[in-house]
């Protein structure tokens, strides 16, 4: 098996482009000469609903073909999801990069019980959507902006091949995402465990 | 030319039938074919499909339609999966039985009830007499460039040609295709020179009535005509080597040094099997690509070079009453062996996910005592 393999997994709902994200960031990845695929967890897929995306990276082609278990990354796009278990497997030494406002309301206090070696990041993704105008009525689009977090954390997609992805991926107000992914890219700040909530 | 794309499953299967030179399409949209159907529907929009794109009202009326055009002398394509494959079961039969060379696409996902959108093979084993061929892929490049393949091989014999892949790990997954420029697949694959059965001015009945006896050398005309695929099959295997460094067998098998187990499997199993293997212990894996016809001559001649002891089949299917469908077409092709494998089967129905971790579960299940069990997925 191939242990430098990483696997990431993205949760988000039904419309905010979560799918599309993972396509964008795998795309990146194989601009940049290594290897990946992006898939999602099929549900009858509305809007709003849960939905959940999966990412591998490789340096070989031959990855195996199941879902991911234990991400080493876990990205949470909504902050208002419940009912899903946001951290379920993620490694001891794992990422998590969530969209959140900071300091870190009360919702969030599941993350005390994560293990020490987790590196919590956080960006107040919502905002910077609409920032942007980056939304569908008044759901916001904070899929560009989880991508240039992404991107910066993992040091798995440049940022030259992220936008090419999202310039033929992203179907309109492309300059609004690019902008966007770059705030996303720039703004996100890993939490301080001991402070999480204060 | 050749340019890697990122694309899904759904797109690299739309994509060959477009380079393919495709006369036309019929088809009609269900879960988790629709990107396919969308993909060539965006195609013709543009101009860029090369064919006719018709969309029907039902499954049953796009084969029938994709039938006509192929009595035409048309090189016709069409996709569906579980309740749409269902719904065509009727001109599943017909259009084998008229010789039609048409190509469908399945992508697997569980026939209910209740509703389950899950990779459960069954719905296109479940059409594993009706006198098509069947090859199953186990990641989006193959299926790019089987579907091309299929359009040779099935010309050739004038047999329909089912190519098959799992919903969601396949269709809906994301990654690095090698597409080849069209002027290329040109070169592979020209235009359909099967003949027409239809002839405009030339009036005609066409698959009247016929005695016992006539429809009996009509099966068995096909029948010989479909066990002359795996040869023909390695032979344009050669051909698209030689274009485009890819090449395929009716199996697949990959035998480490000293393997006296061997994981049989067909479809995205294949590829975690595959993933698999530095980690297991004198195991190999046998994918299987081509299920119709049934490769017993090539899959006993592997078992039989590698002396392989026992076969652990994963099967994302199950016949009721049967057990899992690779499971007993491997057994029934062993008969005659002189020292058959113990064959175990991993059901995984309902389209259960294959994980490392199942995998050398089940391998650990296996006393050498034991000449068949049968294990499920989940308890």
């Given at each position: 098996?191939?242990?430098?393999?990483?696997?990431f997994?993205?949760?988000?709902?039904?419309?905010?482009?979560?799918?599309?994200?993972?396509?964008?960031?795998?795309?990146?990845?194989?601009l940049?000469?290594?290897?990946?695929?992006?898939?999602?967890?099929?549900?009858?897929?509305?809007?709003?609903?849960?939905?959940?995306a999966f990412?591998?990276?490789?340096?070989?082609?031959?990855?195996?073909?199941?879902?991911?278990?234990?991400?080493?990354?876990?990205?949470?796009?909504?902050?208002?999801?419940?009912?899903?278990?946001?951290?379920?497997?993620?490694?001891?030494?794992?990422?998590?990069?969530?969209?959140?406002?900071?300091?870190?309301?009360?919702?969030?206090?599941?993350?005390?019980?994560?293990?020490?070696?987790?590196?919590?990041?956080?960006?107040?993704?919502?905002?910077?959507?609409?920032k942007?105008?980056?939304a569908?009525?008044?759901?916001?689009?904070?899929?560009?902006?989880?991508?240039?977090?992404?991107?910066?954390?993992?040091?798995?997609a440049?940022?030259?091949?992220?936008e090419?992805?999202?310039?033929?991926?992203?179907?309109?107000?492309?300059?609004?995402?690019?902008?966007?992914?770059?705030?996303?890219y720039?703004?996100?700040?890993?939490?301080?465990?001991?402070?999480?909530?204060? | 030319?050749m340019?890697f794309?990122?694309?899904?499953?759904?797109?690299?299967?739309?994509?060959?039938v477009?380079?393919?030179?495709?006369?036309?399409?019929?088809?009609?949209p269900?879960?988790?074919?629709?990107?396919?159907?969308e993909?060539l529907?965006?195609?013709?929009?543009?101009?860029?499909?090369?064919?006719?794109?018709?969309?029907?009202?039902?499954e049953y009326?796009?084969?029938?339609?994709?039938?006509g055009?192929?009595?035409?002398?048309?090189?016709?394509?069409?996709?569906?999966?579980?309740?749409?494959?269902?719904?065509?079961?009727?001109?599943?039969?017909w259009?084998?039985?008229a010789r039609?060379?048409?190509v469908?696409?399945?992508?697997?996902?569980?026939?209910?009830?209740?509703?389950?959108?899950?990779?459960?093979?069954?719905?296109?084993?479940?059409?594993?007499?009706?006198?098509?061929?069947?090859?199953?892929?186990?990641?989006?490049?193959?299926?790019?460039?089987?579907?091309?393949?299929?359009?040779?091989?099935?010309?050739?014999?004038l047999?329909?040609?089912m190519?098959?892949?799992?919903g969601?790990?396949?269709?809906?997954?994301?990654e690095a295709v090698d597409?080849?420029?069209?002027?290329?697949?040109?070169?592979?694959?020209?235009?359909?020179?099967?003949?027409?059965?239809?002839?405009?001015?030339?009036?005609?009945?066409?698959?009247?009535?016929?005695?016992?006896?006539?429809q009996?050398?009509?099966?068995?005309?096909?029948?010989?005509?479909m066990?002359?695929?795996?040869?023909?099959?390695?032979?344009?295997?050669g051909?698209?080597?030689?274009?485009?460094?890819?090449?395929?067998?009716?199996?697949?098998?990959?035998?480490?040094?000293?393997?006296?187990?061997?994981?049989?499997?067909?479809?995205?199993?294949?590829?975690?099997?595959?993933?698999?293997?530095?980690?297991?212990?004198?195991?190999?894996?046998?994918?299987?690509?081509?299920?119709?016809?049934?490769?017993?001559?090539?899959?006993?001649?592997?078992l039989?070079?590698?002396?392989?002891?026992?076969?652990?089949?994963?099967?994302?299917?199950c016949?009721?009453?049967?057990?899992?469908?690779?499971?007993?077409?491997?057994?029934?092709?062993?008969?005659?062996?002189?020292?058959?494998?113990?064959?175990?089967?991993?059901?995984?129905?309902?389209?259960?996910?294959?994980?490392?971790?199942?995998?050398?579960n089940?391998?650990?299940?296996?006393?050498?005592?034991?000449?068949?069990?049968?294990?499920?997925?989940?308890?």
């Amino acid at each position: 098996m191939n242990d430098r393999m990483l696997e990431f997994r993205l949760h988000g709902r039904g419309g905010q482009g979560i799918v599309v994200a993972a396509a964008i960031f795998a795309e990146a990845v194989f601009l940049g000469g290594s290897y990946a695929r992006a898939f999602s967890l099929f549900g009858a897929e509305r809007r709003g609903a849960p939905v959940t995306a999966f990412i591998r990276v490789s340096s070989d082609r031959l990855m195996p073909r199941s879902r991911i278990y234990q991400p080493d990354y876990v990205v949470v796009c909504d902050p208002t999801l419940t009912g899903v278990d946001l951290a379920a497997g993620l490694k001891d030494e794992g990422t998590l990069l969530i969209n959140a406002r900071k300091p870190l309301e009360e919702r969030f206090s599941w993350l005390d019980q994560l293990n020490p070696g987790v590196k919590i990041y956080a960006l107040d993704a919502t905002d910077i959507a609409w920032k942007h105008d980056l939304a569908i009525g008044s759901f916001p689009m904070v899929n560009t902006v989880m991508l240039g977090a992404m991107a910066r954390l993992s040091g798995l997609a440049d940022r030259k091949y992220l936008e090419e992805s999202i310039r033929k991926r992203v179907s309109s107000k492309i300059e609004a995402n690019l902008a966007a992914s770059g705030e996303g890219y720039e703004l996100v700040k890993e939490v301080d465990r001991l402070a999480v909530r204060s | 030319m050749m340019a890697f794309e990122v694309i899904n499953g759904s797109q690299a299967a739309a994509i060959a039938v477009q380079r393919a030179g495709i006369d036309l399409v019929a088809a009609y949209p269900i879960t988790p074919q629709t990107v396919i159907v969308e993909t060539l529907a965006d195609f013709a929009a543009k101009g860029e499909l090369g064919g006719e794109f018709v969309s029907l009202e039902s499954e049953y009326s796009a084969l029938s339609f994709c039938n006509g055009a192929s009595a035409a002398g048309a090189r016709v394509f069409t996709a569906t999966a579980s309740h749409g494959l269902a719904y065509m079961h009727e001109m599943i039969h017909w259009c084998s039985g008229a010789r039609f060379p048409i190509v469908m696409a399945n992508v697997n996902r569980a026939i209910g009830a209740p509703w389950c959108l899950d990779p459960d093979q069954g719905d296109s084993l479940s059409q594993r007499d009706t006198g098509w061929l069947q090859i199953y892929c186990s990641g989006a490049q193959e299926v790019f460039d089987t579907i091309l393949q299929a359009f040779a091989l099935s010309e050739e014999l004038l047999l329909p040609c089912m190519v098959v892949f799992d919903g969601f790990y396949i269709s809906h997954t994301y990654e690095a295709v090698d597409i080849p420029e069209i002027q290329d697949v040109g070169k592979f694959i020209g235009p359909p020179s099967f003949g027409a059965q239809v002839i405009p001015g030339e009036p005609g009945n066409l698959h009247g009535m016929a005695s016992a006896e006539n429809q009996q050398r009509l099966v068995r005309s096909r029948h010989e005509a479909m066990l002359r695929a795996p040869a023909l099959y390695e032979e344009i295997n050669g051909r698209y080597e030689r274009l485009f460094g890819r090449k395929y067998g009716a199996i697949d098998a990959v035998m480490p040094p000293g393997a006296r187990t061997a994981i049989l499997t067909a479809g995205a199993t294949a590829e975690t099997v595959r993933w698999c293997l530095p980690d297991l212990e004198q195991t190999g894996l046998i994918q299987l690509r081509m299920f119709r016809p049934f490769p017993a001559k090539q899959l006993c001649a592997v078992l039989e070079t590698y002396d392989i002891e026992k076969v652990l089949v994963v099967d994302r299917n199950c016949s009721i009453g049967a057990g899992g469908i690779f499971a007993q077409e491997l057994k029934s092709a062993l008969y005659g062996l002189a020292r058959p494998p113990a064959v175990h089967d991993l059901i995984l129905a309902g389209g259960v996910d294959l994980t490392g971790a199942l995998i050398k579960n089940a391998l650990s299940k296996m006393p050498l005592e034991n000449r068949s069990t049968e294990l499920w997925g989940v308890e």
